[in-house]
């Protein structure tokens, strides 16, 4: 196929009756002829016993279904996209000191313990140095710095998956009086499990060990970061 290639931007070098003329368009397409196939037919004639019944009778090839709903049945479409796995940055690896740069922690640094199913990152403050506890956060929201943690005697559970995020659903027993006086009061906070403040500990313990080992390390994660008047994050080295 003829190309008009660029002799500068978004001007080609043949113009489009040209490139119309290269490509021969206009001559039509080969076409290979293949040999009709039959249709299969639609009735059978079979022959019936009986005097009263004619002797011979068209029948269907394909029967008829017996049953049929009533209402029309939607059919989900289908796809044929196949969900990709998602590549984690090669900047990100576990120990990476990482800068939340949006959500309630933003400005906040953390470490990256590992990557979940779903591709978000594992993180933790730890939550006993600058207050951030286990989360999941997308890559596109973090800076990956230079610094590093060596967390490779961290263990952690097989439990810490998407799952161990997710909130359960509370059924509401109260009624719709309550309900109405209790309008424009804000919701009691729900108390975290025990079972989850036990993880942050266990987890947060061998981190802040591994932290204690480089010197200042522990004040550089609790200190927030942002940006002042004439500094631009591309062009610093993290």
Known sequence: MA??????PHVGRFSRSKLAAKRGLYKGLKKSEKPAATAAPETVEKTIGGDKNGGKRAVPTTKAPRFYPA??????????????????????????????????????????LKSLES????????????????????????????TK????????????????????????????????????????KE???????????????GVVAAVKKSENLAKYLAASWGLSKGQFPHQMVF
């Open 191 to 205: 108390p975290l499990p025990e079972s989850k403040t036990a993880d942050q500990k266990a987890v947060d313990e």
């Open 119 to 146: 591709g978000l990152l594992l993180v933790t403050g730890p939550y006993k140095i600058n207050g951030v506890p286990l989360r999941r956060v997308n890559q596109a929201y973090v800076i990956a710095t230079s």
């Open 3 to 8: 190309r008009s290639k660029e002799i500068a």
């Open 71 to 112: 209402d029309d049945v939607r059919v989900p479409k289908q796809s044929r996209k196949s969900p990709k796995p998602t590549h984690i940055r090669t900047t990100i690896t576990p120990g990476t000191v990482l800068i939340l740069l949006a959500g309630r922690f933003r400005g906040k640094r953390v470490v990256f």
């Open 149 to 188: 943690v060596d967390i490779s005697s961290l263990t952690l559970d097989a439990k810490f998956t998407d799952a161990y995020f997710t909130k359960t659903a509370s059924k509401k027993s109260s009624s719709a009086e309550a309900e109405f006086f209790e309008d424009g009061k804000p919701k009691a």
